[in-house]
T-cell receptor, first 116, second 115 residues
């Protein structure tokens, strides 16, 4: 079945540092890939997405590129802020895999802590 | 535009009690989902509904039932709550096969504690 593996935290960085959160996936079809962010006490918000190989998703200074050859979708940001502190989830959705449950498959989440 | 609305936001149950979590979306989506979130486990799919009148099991359906009441509403019922069902529950909706984008939209969550 489909699966998502992402680095587990917590990841602690200083403000203005460069961020990379690794994400790799296994899927039988041609999935769409997502990064969601969850702030304390809130639901999940879509941060960015990519629907086909070599697409780059971007939002709020975050970027991730869909790499089919390495089955990866790593999240990056050039200069993090304290307000970026949250839990980040990598996820995939394989609409045309030919079977199995619908819905997104999530990684376990990475807790990011940015210190001033 | 409220998106996905869940009620209640918090609930404490005693073991063996029953309750229903409510979810409604106003985006005219065909598909709706219930997930649970546990520390270190990410989100796991409990049940989903691809359209009004249909429901299917996800990864962790045991101990739960669902009802797709109409296109807007999808409820999750715990018939006899157990401490293992202590979790944060999220409802979500999407409509990729109806021409929409493939991402799901999430409610704010219900934090359930079973004692």
């Amino acid at each position: 079945g489909d699966s998502v593996t992402q680095m587990e935290g917590p990841v602690t960085l200083s403000e203005e540092a460069f961020l990379t959160i690794n994400c790799t996936y296994t899927a039988t079809g041609y999935p769409s890939l997502f990064w969601y962010v969850q702030y304390p006490g809130e639901g999940l918000q879509l941060l960015l997405k990519a629907t086909k190989a070599d697409d780059k998703g971007s939002n709020k200074g975050f970027e991730a590129t869909y790499r089919k050859e390495t089955t990866s979708f790593h999240l990056e940001k050039g200069s993090v802020q304290v307000s970026d502190s949250a839990v980040y989830f990598c996820a995939l959705r394989d609409l045309y895999s030919g079977g199995g449950a619908d819905g997104l498959t999530f990684g376990k989440g990475t807790h990011l802590i940015i210190q001033p | 535009n409220a998106g996905v609305t869940q009620t209640p936001k918090f609930q404490v149950l005693k073991t063996g009690q029953s309750m229903t979590l409510q979810c409604a979306q106003d985006m005219n989506h065909n598909s709706m989902y219930w997930y649970r979130q546990d520390p270190g486990m990410g989100l796991r799919l409990i049940y989903y509904s691809a359209s009004e009148g249909t429901t299917d099991k996800g990864e962790v359906p045991n101990g739960y039932n669902v009802s797709r009441l109409n296109k807007r509403e999808f409820s999750l019922r715990l018939e006899s709550a157990a401490p293992s069902q202590t979790s944060v529950y999220f409802c979500a909706s999407s409509d990729p096969l109806g021409g929409g984008s493939p991402e799901a939209f999430f409610g704010q969550g219900t934090r359930l504690t079973v004692v």
